[in-house]
């Protein structure tokens, strides 16, 4: 499995969280705003997006399991690490790094829904907007993929390898 291709640069990508991050700001302005950002992939994303952010807000974690040590969907979710943060009351912001079949995130924010915060949306690094299975709008989107591919780097994985890239690349077999 080797790296291809830089898909998204780390200066391109920083100038896109920080534009997300002012929107963010300006829609959440005096509302009590919470991330959820959900492990392992969104880490990196979260902590450029939190540093942009110029309003306050907390965070908290979640770690679900849709994909095994593939590149195949399981089909299901299973929550491993929950939230520790009650969340009535709250503007709640899910932070992750992808969606692709949608199936994750369309779980995980009903789940959370049942919680009944003041509000829920979904802020996603990447959209693979091609590869939906079910319907599901993410509300804030740092890039729309239009090409067949696997992205590593910027703390997304394949089977824990590639984390650590700065850019965004695509791998290949
Ligand atoms: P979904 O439930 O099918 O939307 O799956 C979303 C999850 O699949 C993401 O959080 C990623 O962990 C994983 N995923 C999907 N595409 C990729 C990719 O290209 N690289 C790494 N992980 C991916």
Not at 69 to 91: C, R
Not at 138 to 151: C, I, K, P, R
Request: proline share 2%.
């Amino acid at each position: 499995m080797d790296v291809v291709k830089v898909l998204y640069s780390k200066e391109e990508i920083a100038e896109r969280v920080g534009e997300l991050a002012g929107i963010i700001s300006r829609d959440y302005q005096g509302k009590e705003l919470m991330l959820v950002c959900v492990l392992k992939g969104a880490f990196v994303f979260m902590a450029d997006l939190i540093r942009c952010i110029s309003i306050p807000c907390t965070v908290d974690f979640v770690r679900v399991s849709s994909y095994g040590s593939g590149k195949v969907s399981s089909g299901e979710i299973i929550i491993k690490k929950d939230i520790e943060t009650p969340v009535k009351g709250k503007n709640i912001l899910i932070i992750e790094d992808i969606v692709d079949t949608g199936l994750t995130l369309s779980l995980l924010s009903d789940r959370l829904k049942e919680r009944k915060p003041d509000s829920l949306k979904v802020c996603v690094f990447l959209d693979k907007k091609y590869r939906r299975e079910i319907e599901f709008e993410a509300d804030y989107v740092g890039f729309t993929l239009t090409e067949e591919g696997f992205v590593v780097g910027y703390g997304i994985d394949f089977n824990e390898k590639w984390r650590f890239l700065p850019d965004v690349c695509v791998i290949e077999e």
